[in-house]
């Protein structure tokens, strides 16, 4: 029986519909096409597959693990962005990529995904998943004022331009260019990064997983947002509170058995790599 599969896309990028025309007779050779969604209408909780097939890049990638919700199921990413560091196929590539699933030289790897809720005088008004990181920051080119509690415990307060917590997957993103390590996906971890902290003790902090992440707006501070892997942004009102747990549900990416995370990581990133000067 042929598995089942999803073809999605998204509308920011236009070439998505011509590479998913190109690309469908490949795939139904060998799956049972259920359902496609290039404009971001299905409700994909509801979608019985067995793998999804995402055009775009990593933002794609990102957005489809919070669309899947409580039902996430393997996702292959076809990349046509510029960065590809999720998104490791090619178009050109697709006989490659299904033999590849065919014979077994393909792993589906579980990622931890936030679970992310926002309060406001005790209740929640807002809620998300997420893939990379969720970011407390600035609106205004000033300082904000955030307190971190860890299990309810007071951790510290941040005079910066933000709090970044990452997953092990974000960890290269934002947390990144924030000077917060680099996490290894397997690891079961959150990452607290401050943005350009106003001091020098404010390092980032690697912590389990199974810790409850609380940030609070400090009410004297100025105008602040959450932002959810750089797509959702929520506007926060002074004494408002970010939880930050994590969610039972784990995203699931194709990658290859023969590529390791940390060629991806020379690859994309020449993490390792010197710095050739000009005249050396």
Excluded at 28 to 41: H, Q, R, T
Excluded at 233 to 247: C, P
Aim: proline share 5%; aromatic share 6%.
């Amino acid at each position: 029986m042929k598995k089942k599969i999803v073809i999605l896309g998204y509308p920011e990028k236009p070439e998505v519909a011509a590479v998913a025309k190109r690309l469908r007779p490949h795939l139904a050779k060998e799956f049972d096409i259920v359902a496609e969604d290039l404009a971001n209408d299905l409700d994909l909780e509801k979608v019985q597959a067995d793998l999804a097939v995402v055009i775009g890049g990593d933002g794609s990638i990102l957005a489809t693990v919070r669309r899947m919700g409580s039902r996430q199921i393997p996702i292959l990413g076809l990349n046509l962005g510029k960065f590809g560091f999720l998104a490791e196929f090619h178009e050109e590539d697709i006989e490659d990529v299904i033999a590849h699933l065919r014979d077994g030289s393909t792993v589906c790897r579980q990622r931890t995904v936030l679970h992310c809720d926002l309060r406001r005088g005790g209740k929640v008004v807002e809620k998300s998943l997420a893939a990379n990181d969720a970011v407390v920051s600035h609106t205004q080119v000033r300082v904000i004022r955030t307190r971190l509690y860890i299990d309810d415990e007071y951790i510290a307060t941040y005079v910066s331009d933000g709090l970044v917590v990452s997953t092990p997957t974000g960890s290269t993103a934002y947390s990144l260019s924030s000077g917060g390590p680099i996490v290894e996906p397997g690891i079961q971890a959150f990452v607290l990064t401050p943005v350009c902290p106003h001091t020098l003790s404010a390092r980032p902090l690697v912590v389990s997983c199974e810790k409850v992440i609380e940030i609070e707006l400090d009410p004297a501070s100025p105008d602040a947002s959450l932002t959810i892997d750089g797509q959702l942004v929520y506007d926060l009102e002074k004494g408002d509170r970010v939880r930050i747990t994590k969610s039972p549900y784990y995203f699931q990416l194709i990658e290859l058995k023969t590529r390791s995370y940390f060629e991806t990581l020379r690859e994309k990133l020449n993490w390792g790599g010197q710095i050739n000067n000009a005249g050396d």
